[in-house]
């Protein structure tokens, strides 16, 4: 594996939902400690979840256990149990996308360990320093999500990595095209900003093996089959430009499919991406 993502919820689902899930920060430090080699990753924190001082430190310091192995992924965020449950603010869309946009700048300034000045609709910083400074001269920033008008302007702006779930390759090559063109209006090469999807597999050795799982467990799947046509399916996201191709699961987790992405399907996608 090349990377291990953790996604950014306090209470998942609606209020009142069964869903249980670990902190995204905390749960990055501890797998931060016991890994080598991986790049750790959020996917994504909602903009409105923390403080940006304490986000940049919290980020900061998990690039100092990892050895300088994070990428710090952000979105508007999206409905949350803890919004009902614990009071938690939830802005509407606009005002989460301001301080999406608000928080990148931020990140970047203080990351940069010079004095931060900046003041916005849900931020101030006042000669803001923050020490230390991550072990990356560049934390790699993930912006997720798919709006077309503001959200890929904000990806064009900051980001290093777009992530979005996997849907059609047509629809992925629309807002590729989208994003490719926000980036030239303010002068930035697009092929800098790193394709990365989201997709849902149940791999079987046979097809009706990967449908009767479906069936049975009731999981949702983009691809639900063998690994060939797993291939089959994602070699026009490689060649549509994407980079990264990221496996969502939850628990219980479902080995198998891990498995046979991980031998019978990643080794081709390398290849292909060559």
């Known amino acids: 594996y090349d990377h291990f993502w953790v996604f950014d919820h306090f209470r998942p689902g609606p209020p009142g939902s069964a869903y249980s899930c670990f902190e995204a920060m905390t749960t990055l430090a501890a797998l931060a400690a016991q ?60 005002h989460r996308l301001a301080a999406l946009d608000e928080s990148c700048s931020a990140l970047r300034g203080l990351w940069s360990g010079e004095p931060v000045n900046q003041e916005g609709s849900g931020l101030r910083l006042r000669d803001a320093r923050l020490a230390p400074t991550p072990v990356q001269a560049h934390i790699p920033v993930v912006i997720g999500g798919t709006g077309a008008r503001v959200l890929l302007r904000i990806v064009a702006e900051h980001a290093d990595v777009w992530n979005c779930f996997a849907g059609s390759v047509e629809a992925y090559r629309e807002l590729r095209g989208t994003l490719d063109r926000h980036c030239e209006a303010i002068g930035r090469d697009p ?84």
């Open 35 to 94: 890994t080598e080699r991986i790049r750790l990753g959020t996917l994504v924190l909602g903009a409105c979840h923390r403080q940006v001082g304490m986000l940049a430190l919290q980020a900061a310091t998990i690039d100092h256990i990892s050895g300088g192995r994070l990428e710090l992924g952000l979105g508007a965020g999206g409905e949350d149990g803890a919004h009902t449950e614990w009071g938690l603010p939830f802005p509407d869309l606009s």
């Open 191 to 274: 092929s800098t900003v790193r394709g990365s999807i989201v997709v849902r597999a149940i791999l079987r050795e046979t097809e009706q093996e990967a449908l009767d799982v479906a069936a049975t467990t009731g999981a949702a799947g983009h691809i639900v089959g063998t690994p060939a046509q797993c291939v089959e399916h994602l070699i026009p996201f490689i060649e549509a430009g994407v980079g990264d191709i990221l496996i969502a699961m939850r628990p219980p987790y479902d080995r198998e499919t891990l498995t046979r992405f991980s031998t019978d399907v990643a080794a081709v996608l390398r290849q292909a991406q060559l």
